[in-house]
């Protein structure tokens, strides 16, 4: 079974929209987090910039919690904008349903393949894998990583899931033999 794995080449855009101008993009840019301390009660917010306008906002991440209720570690990694807690924040899908946005992966991942693959006995077994919850069709995406057209993949595929819903977790799909 040959190995296919997406990974984020960046964070993604956020789809939200400003309030200055209105559009609908913004960025987490360098990943900064904002700490404020009000007596033992703590606010914590992720920064986010408009890709457009450049303003600032922020996306509450704790609210006046008590400062005993954050894990010592994740209270540093807040102090000092830790890259990995910022993306385990803007991947956790209650994260942003609290925060009334989405993500937009578009160029934010790339897919690895290996390069022999041609050399495998007909049928090939492929398992792809996800390091992040990247939302792809797997139709496309197989079109994309062995250069066929989606009618063709349609035709010479078998998935474990359908061609042509959008998933981000993983599956294997089998490519026939061309006929």
Not at 65 to 88: E, F, H, I, K, T
Not at 114 to 124: F, I, Q, R, T
Not at 160 to 169: A, Q
Request: hydrophobic residues 40%.
């Amino acid at each position: 079974m040959l190995p296919w794995v997406i990974r984020r080449t960046r964070l993604p855009l956020l789809s939200l929209r400003c309030v200055d101008c209105r559009s609908e993009s913004a960025t987490t840019g360098e990943g900064r987090f904002r700490v404020n301390a009000n007596g033992k009660l703590l606010d914590v917010w992720l920064l986010v910039r408009c890709v457009s306008c450049d303003r600032t906002s922020k996306l509450t991440v704790h609210e006046r919690a008590p400062v005993r209720s954050l894990d010592p570690a994740q209270l540093d990694g807040y102090l000092v904008n830790d890259p990995g807690l910022v993306a385990s924040r803007l991947l956790d899908p209650l994260f942003a349903q609290r925060n009334h946005f989405t993500l937009d992966w578009t160029g934010a991942w790339r897919l690895e393949t290996p390069s022999a693959w041609l050399d495998e006995a007909w049928p090939v077994q492929v398992e792809v894998t996800f390091d992040d919850p990247v939302p792809v069709r797997p139709e496309r995406l197989i079109a994309r990583g062995l250069g066929l057209s989606r009618n063709e993949v349609l035709r010479r595929v078998k998935c474990d899931v359908s061609l042509r819903r959008t998933t981000s977790t993983g599956f294997t799909f089998t490519v026939m033999a061309e006929n």
